[in-house]
Every structure is written in structure tokens, then in C-alpha cells.
């Protein structure tokens, strides 16, 4: 369509589009112009692949930074992306890590990447939105609430995760609450149908605490501390984002509540917060370094238009710590 818009055969547009040969100069802006009002975009990623040149996946997360701030900014997007990075690597492909950005309009980043990689996305996405307008093959770490058709997904199985967690807790305390964030994303949907089930089993009214993601510890050590005023027969927390954990840690110590003696408190991923925090907290293995490089084996097949194996994400095991020990 170009070329003939253009006036000029299939190769000299090709050549004018990608420089692989000389091209007199008004014809390159003659094809330049038509592939411009036809709103082309040349298909990078097949183009390198086919050559062998230089490729580069790009790593998001649209967590934000009010959550990874800290300790955290050292845990779970680094953790996926060192090994991300180590297997791209081992395949010629540099992997660029995207900060998560308000509002950021990837169409106007102009980002040259072949493939991306976005962690735990919410449903509609700003980022898979961005990804699938400029045509990149993108893998989700972390299902894809709703789905969304042309992303294939790392499972990160967190019915598992709440199993385990709930599980744990229900032994310990009497009246346990759910704290998650505000945001629709599938961790947090799917752990709170596992705890209402446990709930409406155990016979128990479901108190479940919702916050804003981006206000972070200050504002779940707020919301935490109205919560357990209010609920003071609340003797267990399962919060699932880590930040929000250590919050609720504030909370409790501010209205005197001994951990664990008083109140139990675990948390979803065993990173630097839940190590550090004192005390230290229960949480789960998820063994993203073998997630990071699945992702980028899954992406690689996508690109290569290979079948990737089906081989699932690592198992999970549960690390207790003194938040939960009586």
C-alpha cells in the first residue's frame, strides 16, 4: 500500500523504509509521506529477528511507586527483572525496565522495543492498551483480568497464594480481615473470592479493607488502625501488598496491639519489606526469578512464532515468620 501511494515499487519503498540500499532522496520522502498519512509503523521486531540484529523487550509495571517505593523498589519488579534480563541476554536481547509512570501515553514514548513484558496488569491496562495500539507482542506476568486476546500470560496461580496464606492464618486467629488494594487487578479479585468462601464457611461476616494503591504504608497504617478500632475482635491480617503490610504493622503498635500475641499479620510476597519489617513477616515463596525467565522464553516463542512448552510457573511454599507465630 505504501509503495503504491508512493508510486514506486514494493523494493524501493522497502529499501527507503528500512536503508538497506540507497535511495535517491525525494523519493525517500516521497515514501516517507505516504507511509505517514497510511499510518504505517515497520514491523521492528520481524526485522531484527530476521536479520539477527540487536533486539530489545521492554519491562513495565504499572504499580505505583507509593507501593515499590523502598525496600520494595529492590523486590519484586527487580526480582523478575534480574533474571528477565539474564535469559534475554542469553539470546542477544537487551530488556529495558519502564518506570511506572501517571498517565503515561506509550504512543507518544515512541519506545523502540520488539517485545514487552508487564507485570500483574490491571483490567484495561494502560500499558497492555499502549502495547497492543503500536502492535508489540506482549506476555503479562500475571493473569490479564477479563483477558485480552493476543497477550499470553505467566500464571502466577494466586489461588494458590491465598490457600496457603488463609490457610495459615484461620489456624492462629479467631476473626481474620482481608486488606487489598482499590485497583482490578486478578491477585487481588481472586483472594478476596478465596477469603469470602473461607468467610461464609467458618460462618464469619467478611470484613475486607480496600486502599487506594497510591497512597501506599502512610495510608494503609491509617486505614489500618480505623479498622482494627473499630473491628477490636480482629485477631488476624491477611494483607496481601507488602507496603500495606508494614503499615498495618504501624497500626497495631499504635493502638498497643502485640504482634503476634494480639493480632497475626502475614502478606503475599517474601521481598525485602516483609524480611526487614519488625516483626518479621509471614509471606509467600513465588519464586519470580524462575517467573522472569519463563516470561521471556513465552515472549521469545510469541516473537519467533514457535510453540513454547507448557511448563508451569514455579510452585509456591509458605515462609512463617514471627508476624504469625504464637
Known amino acids: 500500500m505504501v509503495a503504491e501511494a508512493a508510486g514506486v515499487s514494493p523494493s524501493t519503498a522497502s529499501n527507503a523504509i528500512t536503508g538497506r540500499r540507497p535511495v535517491e ?47 520494595s523498589r529492590l523486590g519484586f519488579m527487580m526480582e523478575i527483572a534480574a533474571a528477565a534480563s539474564l535469559t534475554a541476554m ?39 492498551a499502549g502495547l497492543a495500539a503500536r502492535g508489540v507482542p506482549t506476555v503479562a506476568i500475571g493473569r490479564v483480568p477479563g483477558g485480552m486476546a493476543g497477550v499470553e500470560e505467566v500464571d502466577l496461580r494466586p489461588e494458590i497464594t491465598a490457600e496457603l496464606l488463609i490457610a495459615h492464618l484461620a489456624e492462629r486467629s ?9 485497583v482490578d487487578r486478578a491477585s487481588y479479585e481472586v ?29 494503609a497504617a491509617r486505614a489500618c488502625t480505623e479498622l482494627l478500632a473499630a473491628h477490636p475482635s480482629i485477631d488476624g491480617l491477611l494483607v496481601l501488598v507488602d507496603a500495606f503490610a508494614t503499615g498495618a504493622v504501624r497500626a497495631a503498635r499504635s493502638l498497643g496491639r502485640a504482634i503476634p500475641a494480639d493480632l ?63
Open 25 to 71: 532522496p525525494e523519493t525517500r520522502i516521497k515514501v516517507e509521506k505516504a507511509a505517514l498519512d497510511l499510518g504505517y509503523r515497520p514491523n521492528l521486531s520481524a526485522r531484527r529477528l530476521r536479520t539477527g540484529g540487536a533486539a530489545n523487550f521492554a519491562l513495565f509495571s504499572s504499580m505505583p511507586f507509593a507501593v515499590s517505593a523502598g525496600p
Open 90 to 128: 542469553e539470546h542477544g536481547i537487551a530488556l529495558t525496565l519502564v518506570p511506572p509512570i501517571a498517565g503515561a501515553d506509550l504512543l507518544r514514548l515512541d519506545l523502540d522495543i520488539d517485545g514487552a513484558l508487564v507485570i500483574e496488569p490491571s483490567r484495561n491496562d494502560p500499558y497492555l
Open 174 to 182: 479467631s476473626r481474620l480481615a482481608l486488606v487489598i488494594g482499590d
Open 191 to 219: 483472594t478476596e473470592q478465596a477469603y469470602r468462601a473461607f468467610a461464609a464457611h467458618a460462618g464469619q461476616e467478611p470484613i475486607v479493607l480496600r486502599l487506594p494503591e497510591g497512597e501506599g504504608e502512610d495510608g
Open 264 to 326: 497475626r499479620i502475614a502478606t503475599r510476597y517474601n521481598g525485602l519489606r516483609a524480611m526487614q519489617c519488625d516483626p518479621p513477616l509471614t509471606a509467600v515463596e513465588l519464586r519470580l526469578d524462575e517467573v522472569g525467565s519463563l516470561a521471556v522464553r513465552k515472549l521469545l516463542s510469541t516473537l519467533r512464532k514457535t510453540r513454547h512448552g507448557k511448563k508451569s510457573t514455579p510452585p509456591q511454599s509458605l515462609v512463617v515468620r514471627a508476624s504469625t507465630q504464637a
